[in-house]
């Protein structure tokens, strides 16, 4: 069966400190794969998607960058830090776009 | 822009009561998600409506989309305190990504 893991599960960071969050999946092959942010109290917000090794796409503007060096390995990546990039950040996979994302068990970020 | 409304945002019910939650969305979908998500933790797949008229049943949710309507509802029967949860809806975008919207969410409070 396929697994996602995430971690760490939380964390928390100075202000611009830099940033790596790594997930990866099992028991699946060429995933798509997806961050989110969901800040405190609302809904997902949806970063960045990959359909495959080295491709990224961004749907929102921002200091943050997601990398894929590997089919099953997703990583969100910071050079400074802010404020506002504190959340929760939930990574996710499907099989293909018209398949149910399954999420991780997420990073809750701090900021100080 | 797909754009997605849920109500009510926060719902406090008794047990043994039913109640509906609606999703509304703005631009043509015909695929649409339910999770839940429980107090500090990640999100769990519940329902997958794939075409317009769409009915699913699991426990005490039932879940329904009109595609026409660009609404889905999600069906409480007779609550139990361990539905208490946050729920989502989350259409698919059409066309160019295909990503999923997610609303602010149903905070649900089933108190005995």
Redesign the interface.
Known sequence: SQTIHQWPATLVQPVGSPLSLECTVEGTSNPNLYWYRQAAG?????LF?SVGIGQI?S?VPQNLSASRPQDRQFILSSKKLLLSDSGFY?C?WSAN??Q???????T?LSIL | ELKVEQNPLFLSMQEGKNYTIYCNYSTTSDRLYWYRQDPGKSLESLFVLLSNGAVKQEGRLMASLDTKARLSTLHITAAVHDLSATYFCAPQSMGGSEKLVFGKGTKLTVNP
């Open positions: 609302r809904g997902l917000q949806l998607y796409s749907e939930l996710a776009s018209n149910p994302q399954h999420f991780g068990d997420g809750r």
